[in-house]
């Protein structure tokens, strides 16, 4: 059973949803507001074969699905005007103006108003005793910094939807948030065991 010591100090260790952090190259200040966030999933779908009274099923080509990410906004950072910023550097522009039609949004600048995505899985960093060492005794321990399990980098991400809120009212408390959708051409796993380093 992997439950039980023989498995490592402190036995199973599972990996736990609220140990996370997302990163972004070219937003910053934004790791710390985020509340949730989803990991990138795949489909593979397949087309039927038939040949007399069986089905033989081939795989199509692999599609990753969107993902989405909340923040809690704040006076600073200003989620919401970061995002807002970002539709503009990726070359939406309100019009204002006649010339202000003639620009749109591209691909490079959506791709360079985000940066790179990433999405790291951490551990509870903590102590680990010596073997034979007393549990009792504080000074036998020895520091341990939180660890990097898992790694997802999501390549050539844009943003395809930015919500500022759902609704304001005075019959709430809660705290406001933003909300995003992400679009990326595809996702690369790095499976680790490293000490966490803030980019």
Do not use: C
């Not at 736990?16 to 593979?44: I, N, Q």
């Not at 089905?55 to 989405?68: E, K, M």
């Not at 985000?114 to 060492?133: H, M, N, S, W, Y």
């Not at 500022?164 to 005075?170: D, I, K, N, Q, T």
Request: glycine fraction near 10%; hydrophobic fraction near 40%.
């Amino acid at each position: 059973m992997p439950f039980f010591s023989d498995t490592g100090p402190g036995g199973f260790q599972p990996k736990r949803a609220f140990r996370f952090l997302v990163t972004f190259t070219e937003l910053t200040d934004l790791t710390f507001m985020v509340k949730t966030a989803a990991k990138p999933s795949y489909a593979l779908a397949s087309t039927p074969h038939k040949i007399l009274n069986h089905t033989f099923n081939f795989p199509n080509t692999v599609v990753w699905d969107p993902i989405s990410i909340t923040f809690i906004d704040a006076v600073d950072p200003n989620v919401g005007s970061k995002f807002y910023s970002a539709l503009l550097n990726a070359g939406y522009l309100p019009p204002a103006t006649s010339g202000d039609l003639l620009t749109g949004v591209t691909k490079v600048g959506a791709l360079g108003a985000l940066g790179e995505v990433r999405i790291k899985q951490l551990d509870g960093g903590g102590v680990l005793l010596p073997t034979g060492a007393d549990p009792g005794d504080v000074m036998e321990r020895t520091a341990l910094s939180t660890m990097v399990l898992e790694e997802w980098t999501l390549k050539n991400a844009f943003l395809n939807k930015v919500e500022f809120g759902s609704s304001l009212s005075y019959a709430e408390e809660g705290l406001v948030e933003v909300s995003v959708g992400i679009t990326y051409d595809f996702a690369t796993y790095s499976p680790k065991s490293t000490p966490y380093k803030s980019d």
